[in-house]
Protein backbone atom coordinates (compact mmCIF):
# COMPACT_ATOMS: atom_id res chain seq x y z
CA UNK A 1 0.00 0.00 0.00
CA UNK A 2 2.87 2.39 1.11
CA UNK A 3 4.94 1.70 -1.94
CA UNK A 4 1.96 2.47 -4.52
CA UNK A 5 1.15 5.34 -2.17
CA UNK A 6 5.22 6.74 -2.82
CA UNK A 7 4.85 6.11 -6.50
CA UNK A 8 1.44 8.20 -6.83
CA UNK A 9 2.43 10.58 -4.83
CA UNK A 10 6.22 10.99 -6.94
CA UNK A 11 4.18 11.35 -10.18
CA UNK A 12 1.73 13.69 -8.68
CA UNK A 13 5.13 15.66 -7.49
CA UNK A 14 6.35 15.27 -11.45
CA UNK A 15 2.69 16.52 -13.00
CA UNK A 16 3.11 19.63 -10.49
CA UNK A 17 6.63 20.35 -11.69
CA UNK A 18 5.22 19.80 -15.45
CA UNK A 19 2.14 22.31 -14.78
CA UNK A 20 4.77 25.20 -13.74
CA UNK A 21 6.92 24.63 -16.39
CA UNK A 22 3.64 24.89 -19.15
CA UNK A 23 2.39 27.82 -16.64
CA UNK A 24 5.88 29.36 -16.62
CA UNK A 25 6.29 29.39 -20.12
CA UNK A 26 2.54 31.00 -21.13
CA UNK A 27 5.19 34.07 -20.84
CA UNK A 28 7.69 32.76 -23.16
CA UNK A 29 5.03 31.42 -25.81
CA UNK A 30 4.54 34.24 -28.14
CA UNK A 31 8.17 35.48 -27.90
CA UNK A 32 9.16 38.88 -26.30
CA UNK A 33 6.49 39.50 -23.79
CA UNK A 34 7.46 42.87 -23.60
CA UNK A 35 7.16 43.78 -27.12
CA UNK A 36 3.15 42.74 -26.56
CA UNK A 37 2.90 44.57 -23.83
CA UNK A 38 4.28 48.15 -25.23
CA UNK A 39 4.37 47.90 -28.99
CA UNK A 40 4.45 50.99 -29.37
CA UNK A 41 7.10 51.89 -26.49
CA UNK A 42 10.72 53.30 -27.15
CA UNK A 43 13.33 50.86 -26.38
CA UNK A 44 14.63 52.60 -23.38
CA UNK A 45 11.08 51.77 -21.57
CA UNK A 46 11.00 47.90 -22.84
CA UNK A 47 14.45 47.63 -21.21
CA UNK A 48 13.25 49.11 -18.36
CA UNK A 49 10.18 47.08 -17.80
CA UNK A 50 12.19 43.81 -18.74
CA UNK A 51 14.37 44.69 -16.19
CA UNK A 52 11.64 45.34 -13.78
CA UNK A 53 9.95 41.75 -14.90
CA UNK A 54 13.32 40.17 -14.45
CA UNK A 55 13.47 38.94 -17.81
CA UNK A 56 16.76 39.88 -18.88
CA UNK A 57 18.11 36.49 -16.44
CA UNK A 58 18.73 33.45 -18.04
CA UNK A 59 15.75 31.10 -18.40
CA UNK A 60 16.35 28.48 -15.65
CA UNK A 61 17.02 31.18 -13.05
CA UNK A 62 13.70 32.91 -13.71
CA UNK A 63 12.10 29.03 -14.15
CA UNK A 64 13.49 28.77 -10.04
CA UNK A 65 12.31 32.66 -9.01
CA UNK A 66 8.68 31.64 -10.89
CA UNK A 67 8.34 28.79 -8.93
CA UNK A 68 9.87 29.66 -5.62
CA UNK A 69 6.95 32.82 -5.72
CA UNK A 70 4.36 30.13 -7.32
CA UNK A 71 4.73 28.64 -4.12
CA UNK A 72 4.54 31.64 -1.69
CA UNK A 73 1.20 32.70 -3.74
CA UNK A 74 3.17 35.46 -5.88
CA UNK A 75 2.51 35.91 -9.30
CA UNK A 76 3.13 39.46 -9.54
CA UNK A 77 0.86 42.22 -9.80
CA UNK A 78 -1.64 42.32 -12.10
CA UNK A 79 -0.96 45.14 -14.99
CA UNK A 80 -4.79 46.23 -15.27
CA UNK A 81 -5.87 46.34 -11.75
CA UNK A 82 -2.11 47.14 -10.45
CA UNK A 83 -3.13 44.61 -7.31
CA UNK A 84 -1.65 41.35 -7.00
CA UNK A 85 -2.67 38.83 -9.16
CA UNK A 86 -3.07 35.70 -6.55
CA UNK A 87 -5.27 37.43 -4.63
CA UNK A 88 -7.58 38.67 -7.32
CA UNK A 89 -8.00 35.11 -8.31
CA UNK A 90 -8.44 33.90 -5.11
CA UNK A 91 -11.27 36.55 -4.22
CA UNK A 92 -12.84 34.62 -7.26
CA UNK A 93 -12.47 31.19 -6.72
CA UNK A 94 -15.72 30.61 -4.37
CA UNK A 95 -17.97 31.92 -7.15
CA UNK A 96 -16.24 29.64 -9.88
CA UNK A 97 -15.96 26.56 -6.96
CA UNK A 98 -19.97 27.52 -5.78
CA UNK A 99 -21.27 27.48 -9.92
CA UNK A 100 -19.25 24.23 -10.18
CA UNK A 101 -20.76 22.54 -7.24
CA UNK A 102 -24.44 23.82 -7.87
CA UNK A 103 -24.07 22.21 -11.85
CA UNK A 104 -22.87 19.01 -9.94
CA UNK A 105 -25.90 18.75 -8.23
CA UNK A 106 -28.40 19.86 -10.81
CA UNK A 107 -26.55 17.07 -12.87
CA UNK A 108 -26.67 14.63 -10.37
CA UNK A 109 -30.20 14.81 -9.68
CA UNK A 110 -31.22 14.38 -13.10
CA UNK A 111 -28.44 11.80 -14.14
CA UNK A 112 -28.99 9.19 -11.15
CA UNK A 113 -32.64 8.77 -11.62
CA UNK A 114 -32.17 8.49 -15.49
CA UNK A 115 -29.18 6.84 -15.50
CA UNK A 116 -30.27 3.87 -13.15
CA UNK A 117 -33.47 3.35 -14.49
CA UNK A 118 -31.54 3.37 -18.11
CA UNK A 119 -29.39 0.72 -17.18
CA UNK A 120 -32.02 -1.36 -14.92
CA UNK A 121 -34.62 -1.50 -17.72
CA UNK A 122 -32.60 -1.75 -20.75
CA UNK A 123 -33.52 -1.32 -23.65
CA UNK A 124 -36.59 0.39 -23.02
CA UNK A 125 -38.48 3.79 -24.72
CA UNK A 126 -36.74 5.17 -21.77
CA UNK A 127 -33.33 4.29 -22.33
CA UNK A 128 -33.58 4.82 -25.30
CA UNK A 129 -34.44 8.17 -25.21
CA UNK A 130 -32.38 8.89 -22.38
CA UNK A 131 -29.32 7.93 -25.13
CA UNK A 132 -30.74 10.53 -27.65
CA UNK A 133 -30.23 13.10 -24.73
CA UNK A 134 -26.77 11.94 -24.41
CA UNK A 135 -26.08 12.50 -27.89
CA UNK A 136 -27.88 15.54 -28.27
CA UNK A 137 -26.00 16.74 -24.94
CA UNK A 138 -22.44 15.79 -25.94
CA UNK A 139 -23.03 17.82 -29.03
CA UNK A 140 -23.44 21.11 -28.27
CA UNK A 141 -21.28 23.40 -27.23
CA UNK A 142 -21.99 24.97 -23.39
CA UNK A 143 -21.82 28.59 -24.36
CA UNK A 144 -24.69 27.87 -26.89
CA UNK A 145 -27.34 26.24 -24.26
CA UNK A 146 -26.62 28.94 -22.04
CA UNK A 147 -27.68 31.36 -24.88
CA UNK A 148 -30.07 29.44 -25.65
CA UNK A 149 -31.40 28.87 -22.15
CA UNK A 150 -30.91 32.75 -21.82
CA UNK A 151 -33.30 33.15 -24.94
CA UNK A 152 -36.27 31.48 -23.77
CA UNK A 153 -36.08 31.99 -19.95
CA UNK A 154 -35.11 35.58 -19.44
CA UNK A 155 -35.59 37.09 -23.01
CA UNK A 156 -38.58 35.60 -24.28
CA UNK A 157 -40.66 34.44 -20.75
CA UNK A 158 -38.71 36.89 -18.78
CA UNK A 159 -38.47 34.69 -15.72
CA UNK A 160 -34.99 35.17 -14.50
CA UNK A 161 -32.38 37.50 -15.27
CA UNK A 162 -29.96 37.89 -17.74
CA UNK A 163 -26.66 38.05 -16.43
CA UNK A 164 -25.01 38.35 -13.06
CA UNK A 165 -24.97 36.34 -9.91
CA UNK A 166 -25.73 38.86 -7.27
CA UNK A 167 -29.66 37.49 -6.20
CA UNK A 168 -30.48 34.16 -6.14
CA UNK A 169 -32.47 33.99 -9.62
CA UNK A 170 -29.52 35.08 -11.37
CA UNK A 171 -27.75 32.02 -10.17
CA UNK A 172 -30.20 29.52 -11.61
CA UNK A 173 -29.34 29.98 -15.46
CA UNK A 174 -25.28 29.60 -14.87
CA UNK A 175 -25.75 26.61 -12.42
CA UNK A 176 -28.67 24.87 -15.00
CA UNK A 177 -26.28 25.86 -18.28
CA UNK A 178 -23.39 24.52 -16.80
CA UNK A 179 -25.84 21.43 -15.23
CA UNK A 180 -27.07 20.76 -18.69
CA UNK A 181 -23.43 20.15 -20.19
CA UNK A 182 -22.29 17.72 -17.06
CA UNK A 183 -25.49 16.01 -17.04
CA UNK A 184 -25.20 13.60 -20.36
CA UNK A 185 -21.47 12.64 -19.32
CA UNK A 186 -22.83 11.48 -16.14
CA UNK A 187 -25.91 9.94 -17.68
CA UNK A 188 -23.33 7.58 -19.37
CA UNK A 189 -21.06 6.78 -16.93
CA UNK A 190 -23.91 6.16 -13.83
CA UNK A 191 -25.96 4.21 -17.08
CA UNK A 192 -22.74 1.79 -17.64
CA UNK A 193 -21.11 1.41 -14.37
CA UNK A 194 -24.96 0.09 -12.58
CA UNK A 195 -24.75 -1.64 -16.16
CA UNK A 196 -21.48 -4.00 -14.69
CA UNK A 197 -23.01 -4.20 -11.43
CA UNK A 198 -26.49 -5.33 -12.20
CA UNK A 199 -26.15 -8.63 -13.44
CA UNK A 200 -23.26 -10.21 -11.09
CA UNK A 201 -23.57 -12.78 -8.93
CA UNK A 202 -23.95 -11.36 -5.70
CA UNK A 203 -27.24 -8.69 -7.06
CA UNK A 204 -29.00 -12.27 -8.46
CA UNK A 205 -28.27 -13.45 -5.04
CA UNK A 206 -29.98 -10.48 -3.39
CA UNK A 207 -32.79 -10.33 -5.99
CA UNK A 208 -33.28 -14.30 -4.99
CA UNK A 209 -33.61 -13.70 -1.31
CA UNK A 210 -36.81 -12.16 -1.78
CA UNK A 211 -35.61 -8.43 -1.06
CA UNK A 212 -37.18 -5.54 -3.52
CA UNK A 213 -35.99 -4.42 -6.22
CA UNK A 214 -35.49 -1.39 -4.70
CA UNK A 215 -33.75 -2.46 -1.95
CA UNK A 216 -31.50 -4.21 -4.21
CA UNK A 217 -30.94 -1.35 -6.89
CA UNK A 218 -30.35 0.79 -3.91
CA UNK A 219 -28.51 -1.00 -1.28
CA UNK A 220 -26.51 -3.26 -3.22
CA UNK A 221 -25.98 -2.66 -6.73
CA UNK A 222 -25.13 0.92 -6.69
CA UNK A 223 -23.39 0.74 -3.70
CA UNK A 224 -20.92 -1.55 -5.61
CA UNK A 225 -21.30 1.03 -8.97
CA UNK A 226 -20.65 4.58 -7.09
CA UNK A 227 -17.00 4.30 -6.38
CA UNK A 228 -16.49 3.99 -10.69
CA UNK A 229 -18.86 6.70 -10.47
CA UNK A 230 -17.14 9.10 -8.42
CA UNK A 231 -13.88 8.30 -9.69
CA UNK A 232 -14.53 9.28 -13.42
CA UNK A 233 -16.43 12.00 -12.27
CA UNK A 234 -13.47 13.14 -10.05
CA UNK A 235 -11.49 12.72 -13.06
CA UNK A 236 -13.85 15.10 -15.33
CA UNK A 237 -13.41 17.54 -13.40
CA UNK A 238 -11.04 19.15 -15.33
CA UNK A 239 -13.97 19.63 -18.07
CA UNK A 240 -16.16 20.55 -15.40
CA UNK A 241 -14.33 23.96 -14.40
CA UNK A 242 -13.59 24.41 -18.58
CA UNK A 243 -17.18 24.81 -18.98
CA UNK A 244 -17.25 26.85 -16.04
CA UNK A 245 -14.75 29.18 -17.97
CA UNK A 246 -17.36 29.44 -20.71
CA UNK A 247 -20.26 29.89 -18.56
CA UNK A 248 -19.50 32.72 -16.73
CA UNK A 249 -18.58 34.25 -20.02
CA UNK A 250 -21.74 33.82 -20.82
CA UNK A 251 -23.99 34.99 -17.70
CA UNK A 252 -21.10 37.71 -16.90
CA UNK A 253 -21.10 35.63 -13.79
CA UNK A 254 -18.14 37.35 -11.68
CA UNK A 255 -15.65 33.68 -11.21
CA UNK A 256 -12.07 33.06 -11.98
CA UNK A 257 -13.40 32.17 -15.95
CA UNK A 258 -14.60 35.82 -16.56
CA UNK A 259 -11.65 37.29 -14.85
CA UNK A 260 -9.13 34.57 -16.78
CA UNK A 261 -10.43 35.11 -19.90
CA UNK A 262 -10.08 38.73 -19.75
CA UNK A 263 -6.84 38.82 -18.72
CA UNK A 264 -5.56 36.73 -21.52
CA UNK A 265 -7.62 39.28 -23.41
CA UNK A 266 -5.46 42.24 -22.13
CA UNK A 267 -2.26 40.17 -21.89
CA UNK A 268 -2.40 40.26 -18.57
CA UNK A 269 -0.05 37.97 -17.82
CA UNK A 270 0.56 37.57 -13.94
CA UNK A 271 -3.41 36.90 -13.81
CA UNK A 272 -3.20 34.51 -16.67
CA UNK A 273 -0.11 32.72 -14.98
CA UNK A 274 -2.08 32.86 -11.48
CA UNK A 275 -5.32 31.42 -12.89
CA UNK A 276 -3.94 28.92 -15.07
CA UNK A 277 -2.03 27.69 -12.40
CA UNK A 278 -4.51 27.44 -9.94
CA UNK A 279 -7.01 25.82 -12.06
CA UNK A 280 -4.67 23.57 -12.71
CA UNK A 281 -3.20 22.59 -9.43
CA UNK A 282 -7.02 22.07 -8.55
CA UNK A 283 -7.56 19.64 -11.14
CA UNK A 284 -4.15 17.84 -10.91
CA UNK A 285 -5.08 17.72 -6.87
CA UNK A 286 -8.55 16.41 -7.32
CA UNK A 287 -7.28 13.75 -9.90
CA UNK A 288 -5.02 12.51 -7.51
CA UNK A 289 -7.48 12.53 -4.31
CA UNK A 290 -9.65 10.31 -6.71
CA UNK A 291 -7.00 7.88 -7.67
CA UNK A 292 -5.75 7.40 -4.38
CA UNK A 293 -9.16 6.99 -2.96
CA UNK A 294 -10.05 4.41 -5.68
CA UNK A 295 -7.52 2.31 -4.34
CA UNK A 296 -8.04 2.61 -1.05
CA UNK A 297 -11.53 1.84 -1.05
CA UNK A 298 -11.62 -0.86 -3.63
CA UNK A 299 -10.65 -4.00 -2.11
CA UNK A 300 -10.79 -5.98 -5.45
CA UNK A 301 -7.94 -3.82 -7.10
CA UNK A 302 -4.33 -5.67 -6.51
CA UNK A 303 -1.71 -3.31 -4.73
CA UNK A 304 1.48 -3.83 -7.06
CA UNK B 1 -44.52 2.37 -19.57
CA UNK B 2 -41.63 0.34 -19.90
CA UNK B 3 -42.28 -0.63 -24.02
CA UNK B 4 -39.61 -3.16 -25.10
CA UNK B 5 -38.40 -2.10 -28.47
CA UNK B 6 -37.78 -4.78 -30.88
CA UNK B 7 -34.11 -6.18 -30.24
CA UNK B 8 -32.08 -4.99 -32.77
CA UNK B 9 -29.23 -6.54 -30.34
CA UNK B 10 -30.39 -10.24 -31.22
CA UNK B 11 -28.84 -9.31 -34.64
CA UNK B 12 -25.15 -8.50 -33.86
CA UNK B 13 -25.41 -11.45 -30.66
CA UNK B 14 -25.22 -13.78 -33.69
CA UNK B 15 -22.25 -12.33 -35.53
CA UNK B 16 -19.96 -12.15 -32.57
CA UNK B 17 -16.32 -13.23 -33.42
CA UNK B 18 -13.59 -10.92 -35.31
CA UNK B 19 -15.05 -8.28 -37.25
CA UNK B 20 -13.81 -8.42 -41.04
CA UNK B 21 -13.97 -5.71 -43.20
CA UNK B 22 -17.28 -6.78 -44.71
CA UNK B 23 -19.50 -7.58 -41.37
CA UNK B 24 -18.15 -4.61 -40.10
CA UNK B 25 -19.04 -2.46 -42.91
CA UNK B 26 -22.68 -3.90 -42.79
CA UNK B 27 -23.25 -3.79 -39.43
CA UNK B 28 -22.44 0.02 -40.00
CA UNK B 29 -24.81 0.59 -42.48
CA UNK B 30 -27.42 -1.46 -41.45
CA UNK B 31 -27.90 1.32 -38.90
CA UNK B 32 -30.17 4.09 -39.76
CA UNK B 33 -28.60 6.77 -36.93
CA UNK B 34 -24.99 5.82 -38.34
CA UNK B 35 -26.77 6.31 -42.12
CA UNK B 36 -28.12 9.83 -41.18
CA UNK B 37 -24.72 11.02 -39.83
CA UNK B 38 -23.02 9.83 -42.87
CA UNK B 39 -25.28 11.79 -44.96
CA UNK B 40 -25.03 14.97 -42.81
CA UNK B 41 -21.52 14.91 -43.21
CA UNK B 42 -21.56 14.68 -46.61
CA UNK B 43 -23.79 17.39 -47.19
CA UNK B 44 -21.66 19.43 -44.58
CA UNK B 45 -18.43 18.62 -46.35
CA UNK B 46 -19.90 19.29 -49.53
CA UNK B 47 -20.74 22.73 -48.96
CA UNK B 48 -17.84 23.82 -46.95
CA UNK B 49 -15.39 22.64 -50.27
CA UNK B 50 -17.75 24.38 -52.38
CA UNK B 51 -18.86 27.33 -50.12
CA UNK B 52 -17.40 30.21 -52.41
CA UNK B 53 -19.90 28.67 -55.31
CA UNK B 54 -23.12 28.24 -53.79
CA UNK B 55 -23.63 30.46 -50.60
CA UNK B 56 -25.96 33.72 -52.48
CA UNK B 57 -23.81 36.24 -50.61
CA UNK B 58 -20.30 37.33 -49.97
CA UNK B 59 -20.17 36.59 -46.35
CA UNK B 60 -18.28 39.99 -45.69
CA UNK B 61 -20.61 42.05 -47.60
CA UNK B 62 -22.13 44.79 -45.27
CA UNK B 63 -25.33 46.12 -45.88
CA UNK B 64 -26.81 49.02 -43.38
CA UNK B 65 -30.40 48.84 -44.98
CA UNK B 66 -30.29 45.32 -44.38
CA UNK B 67 -29.29 44.78 -41.15
CA UNK B 68 -31.34 42.45 -38.60
CA UNK B 69 -33.33 40.80 -41.53
CA UNK B 70 -35.38 38.14 -39.59
CA UNK B 71 -35.24 34.35 -41.19
CA UNK B 72 -37.59 34.14 -44.73
CA UNK B 73 -40.32 32.51 -42.51
CA UNK B 74 -40.95 35.68 -39.69
CA UNK B 75 -42.53 38.20 -40.86
CA UNK B 76 -40.04 40.90 -42.68
CA UNK B 77 -38.47 38.46 -43.61
CA UNK B 78 -36.75 38.27 -47.00
CA UNK B 79 -36.18 34.93 -49.92
CA UNK B 80 -32.99 36.63 -50.75
CA UNK B 81 -31.60 36.10 -46.97
CA UNK B 82 -33.43 32.70 -46.07
CA UNK B 83 -31.84 33.09 -42.63
CA UNK B 84 -31.56 36.97 -42.01
CA UNK B 85 -28.83 38.98 -41.90
CA UNK B 86 -26.81 40.08 -38.84
CA UNK B 87 -26.08 43.50 -37.08
CA UNK B 88 -23.98 44.92 -40.33
CA UNK B 89 -26.83 43.31 -42.37
CA UNK B 90 -23.88 40.17 -43.87
CA UNK B 91 -26.06 36.97 -44.79
CA UNK B 92 -25.78 34.62 -42.36
CA UNK B 93 -26.34 31.32 -44.78
CA UNK B 94 -23.33 32.63 -46.48
CA UNK B 95 -21.37 33.03 -43.09
CA UNK B 96 -22.61 29.67 -41.62
CA UNK B 97 -21.59 27.86 -44.92
CA UNK B 98 -18.22 29.48 -44.92
CA UNK B 99 -17.96 29.08 -41.33
CA UNK B 100 -18.37 24.98 -42.07
CA UNK B 101 -14.48 25.78 -43.65
CA UNK B 102 -13.07 26.41 -40.46
CA UNK B 103 -14.76 24.20 -38.30
CA UNK B 104 -14.26 21.21 -40.40
CA UNK B 105 -10.44 22.39 -41.39
CA UNK B 106 -9.65 22.67 -37.25
CA UNK B 107 -11.83 19.51 -36.68
CA UNK B 108 -9.19 17.31 -38.87
CA UNK B 109 -6.05 19.32 -38.69
CA UNK B 110 -5.93 19.22 -34.50
CA UNK B 111 -7.08 15.39 -35.25
CA UNK B 112 -4.09 14.97 -37.50
CA UNK B 113 -1.69 16.64 -35.37
CA UNK B 114 -2.85 14.60 -32.48
CA UNK B 115 -2.72 11.45 -34.46
CA UNK B 116 0.99 12.00 -35.42
CA UNK B 117 1.98 12.28 -32.06
CA UNK B 118 -0.43 10.59 -30.20
CA UNK B 119 0.19 6.99 -32.62
CA UNK B 120 3.92 7.69 -32.35
CA UNK B 121 4.14 8.17 -28.49
CA UNK B 122 1.53 5.55 -28.03
CA UNK B 123 3.42 3.26 -30.01
CA UNK B 124 6.79 3.90 -28.64
CA UNK B 125 5.46 3.86 -24.76
CA UNK B 126 3.63 0.58 -25.28
CA UNK B 127 6.67 -1.33 -27.05
CA UNK B 128 9.58 -0.16 -25.33
CA UNK B 129 8.41 0.34 -21.89
CA UNK B 130 10.08 0.94 -18.78
CA UNK B 131 11.86 4.37 -18.72
CA UNK B 132 10.26 5.61 -21.75
CA UNK B 133 6.78 4.65 -20.76
CA UNK B 134 7.28 6.05 -17.73
CA UNK B 135 8.45 9.40 -19.66
CA UNK B 136 5.89 9.35 -21.97
CA UNK B 137 2.94 8.84 -19.69
CA UNK B 138 3.89 11.76 -17.21
CA UNK B 139 4.22 13.58 -20.16
CA UNK B 140 0.40 12.88 -20.95
CA UNK B 141 -0.51 13.27 -17.32
CA UNK B 142 0.36 17.06 -17.21
CA UNK B 143 -0.59 17.53 -20.76
CA UNK B 144 -4.40 15.71 -18.82
CA UNK B 145 -4.08 18.31 -16.67
CA UNK B 146 -5.16 21.23 -18.82
CA UNK B 147 -7.15 20.00 -21.92
CA UNK B 148 -7.54 16.48 -22.94
CA UNK B 149 -5.50 14.08 -25.39
CA UNK B 150 -7.19 11.08 -24.69
CA UNK B 151 -5.25 9.46 -27.99
CA UNK B 152 -1.77 8.93 -26.47
CA UNK B 153 -3.72 6.37 -23.55
CA UNK B 154 -5.40 4.52 -25.71
CA UNK B 155 -3.14 3.34 -28.18
CA UNK B 156 -0.72 2.86 -25.75
CA UNK B 157 -3.22 0.68 -23.63
CA UNK B 158 -3.88 -0.73 -26.90
CA UNK B 159 -0.65 -1.61 -27.49
CA UNK B 160 0.72 -2.71 -24.25
CA UNK B 161 -2.30 -5.35 -24.49
CA UNK B 162 -1.07 -6.36 -28.13
CA UNK B 163 2.86 -6.62 -27.26
CA UNK B 164 2.30 -9.45 -24.93
CA UNK B 165 0.19 -11.62 -27.69
CA UNK B 166 1.42 -14.47 -29.67
CA UNK B 167 1.65 -13.24 -32.89
CA UNK B 168 4.44 -10.49 -31.79
CA UNK B 169 6.01 -12.93 -30.02
CA UNK B 170 6.24 -15.27 -32.71
CA UNK B 171 7.75 -12.30 -35.19
CA UNK B 172 10.22 -11.73 -32.74
CA UNK B 173 11.09 -14.92 -32.11
CA UNK B 174 12.23 -15.57 -36.17
CA UNK B 175 14.40 -11.95 -35.54
CA UNK B 176 11.99 -10.17 -37.21
CA UNK B 177 12.86 -6.18 -36.50
CA UNK B 178 11.43 -3.62 -33.42
CA UNK B 179 10.33 -1.35 -35.91
CA UNK B 180 9.42 -3.65 -38.69
CA UNK B 181 7.22 -5.22 -35.98
CA UNK B 182 5.80 -2.23 -34.75
CA UNK B 183 4.69 -0.82 -38.26
CA UNK B 184 3.58 -4.53 -39.75
CA UNK B 185 2.10 -5.69 -37.10
CA UNK B 186 1.29 -3.83 -34.04
CA UNK B 187 -0.35 -0.64 -35.70
CA UNK B 188 -2.42 -2.55 -37.93
CA UNK B 189 -4.16 -3.90 -35.04
CA UNK B 190 -4.37 -0.71 -33.64
CA UNK B 191 -6.46 0.79 -36.48
CA UNK B 192 -9.85 0.34 -35.52
CA UNK B 193 -9.38 2.06 -32.02
CA UNK B 194 -7.67 4.42 -34.09
CA UNK B 195 -9.91 5.52 -36.23
CA UNK B 196 -12.91 5.47 -34.00
CA UNK B 197 -10.93 8.07 -31.28
CA UNK B 198 -10.50 10.26 -34.17
CA UNK B 199 -13.69 10.57 -35.76
CA UNK B 200 -14.66 11.36 -31.91
CA UNK B 201 -11.96 13.47 -31.65
CA UNK B 202 -13.11 15.79 -34.90
CA UNK B 203 -16.04 16.53 -33.03
CA UNK B 204 -13.84 17.16 -29.98
CA UNK B 205 -12.16 19.64 -32.11
CA UNK B 206 -14.87 21.23 -33.68
CA UNK B 207 -16.10 21.87 -30.33
CA UNK B 208 -12.67 23.23 -28.78
CA UNK B 209 -12.36 26.09 -31.62
CA UNK B 210 -15.96 27.22 -31.58
CA UNK B 211 -15.03 27.29 -27.63
CA UNK B 212 -12.01 29.47 -28.06
CA UNK B 213 -13.29 31.66 -30.90
CA UNK B 214 -16.41 32.27 -28.63
CA UNK B 215 -13.89 33.57 -25.81
CA UNK B 216 -11.80 35.65 -28.75
CA UNK B 217 -8.72 33.63 -29.51
CA UNK B 218 -9.55 31.59 -32.34
CA UNK B 219 -8.66 32.30 -35.83
CA UNK B 220 -9.67 36.15 -35.83
CA UNK B 221 -12.03 38.14 -37.39
CA UNK B 222 -11.23 37.97 -40.82
CA UNK B 223 -13.13 34.92 -41.90
CA UNK B 224 -16.84 33.92 -39.94
CA UNK B 225 -16.70 31.23 -37.87
CA UNK B 226 -19.52 29.18 -35.86
CA UNK B 227 -17.78 30.18 -32.05
CA UNK B 228 -17.40 33.64 -33.43
CA UNK B 229 -20.82 34.12 -35.10
CA UNK B 230 -22.40 32.71 -31.67
CA UNK B 231 -20.64 35.18 -29.51
CA UNK B 232 -21.48 38.42 -31.88
CA UNK B 233 -24.64 37.06 -31.50
CA UNK B 234 -24.83 36.88 -28.12
CA UNK B 235 -25.08 40.57 -27.63
CA UNK B 236 -27.82 41.05 -30.01
CA UNK B 237 -29.85 38.53 -28.69
CA UNK B 238 -33.00 40.38 -27.50
CA UNK B 239 -33.38 41.73 -30.60
CA UNK B 240 -31.89 39.13 -33.04
CA UNK B 241 -32.27 35.54 -31.50
CA UNK B 242 -31.10 33.99 -34.93
CA UNK B 243 -27.93 35.44 -34.74
CA UNK B 244 -26.52 32.86 -31.76
CA UNK B 245 -29.27 30.57 -32.15
CA UNK B 246 -28.44 29.33 -36.05
CA UNK B 247 -24.39 28.88 -35.84
CA UNK B 248 -25.08 27.01 -32.92
CA UNK B 249 -27.83 24.59 -34.86
CA UNK B 250 -24.95 24.08 -37.61
CA UNK B 251 -21.98 23.09 -34.94
CA UNK B 252 -25.19 20.53 -33.06
CA UNK B 253 -26.44 18.97 -36.40
CA UNK B 254 -22.33 18.45 -37.62
CA UNK B 255 -20.85 17.61 -34.38
CA UNK B 256 -23.69 14.93 -34.20
CA UNK B 257 -23.50 13.36 -37.11
CA UNK B 258 -19.44 13.13 -35.93
CA UNK B 259 -20.35 11.56 -33.40
CA UNK B 260 -23.32 9.03 -34.12
CA UNK B 261 -20.76 7.93 -36.72
CA UNK B 262 -18.04 7.56 -34.64
CA UNK B 263 -20.26 5.46 -32.37
CA UNK B 264 -21.59 3.22 -34.67
CA UNK B 265 -17.74 3.06 -35.80
CA UNK B 266 -16.96 1.90 -32.86
CA UNK B 267 -19.78 -0.99 -32.39
CA UNK B 268 -19.04 -2.34 -35.91
CA UNK B 269 -15.52 -2.58 -35.57
CA UNK B 270 -15.23 -4.18 -31.83
CA UNK B 271 -15.20 -7.74 -32.27
CA UNK B 272 -16.80 -8.44 -28.59
CA UNK B 273 -20.28 -6.44 -29.27
CA UNK B 274 -23.29 -7.69 -28.98
Redesign the interface.
Known sequence: MSAFLIRRLL?FV??CV??SV?TFSILHASGDPVALIMPEAPEADRVKLREALGLSDPLPTQFVRFVTNAARGEFGRSFFYREPAFGLVIERMPTTLALTCLAVAVALAVALPVGIYSAV?R????D?AATVVV??G???????IG??L??LFA?QWRLLPVSGWDTWPSVVLPSVTLGAFTTPLFMRIIRSSMLEVINLDYVRTARAKGLSEWLVICRHALRNAALPIVTVIGLQF??LL?GA??TE??FAVPGVGRLL?RA??QLDFPIVQAGVFLL?MI??SV?FLVDVLYVYLNPTIRLR | MAVTLPQQAVAYEVSVGTASGSRAWRRFALNPAALAGMLILLVVVGAALAAPWVVPHDPAKQSLLRRFTPPVWQTGGNAAYPLGTDQVGRDVLSRIVHGARISLLVGVSAVIVSLLVGVTAGLVSGFVGGKVDTAIGTVVDVTLSFPQILLTRVVRAEVMALREKEFIEAARAIGVGRLRIIFRHVLPNTVSSIVVMSTLQVAQAILAEAALSFLGVGSGRAYPTWGQMISLGRDFVTVAWWLPTLPGLAILVTVLAINLVGDRLRDALDPRTT
Request: net charge positive.
Open positions: RVVGVVRNTVTHFLQSMPVFWIMMLVGLGVLTVVIVAIVN
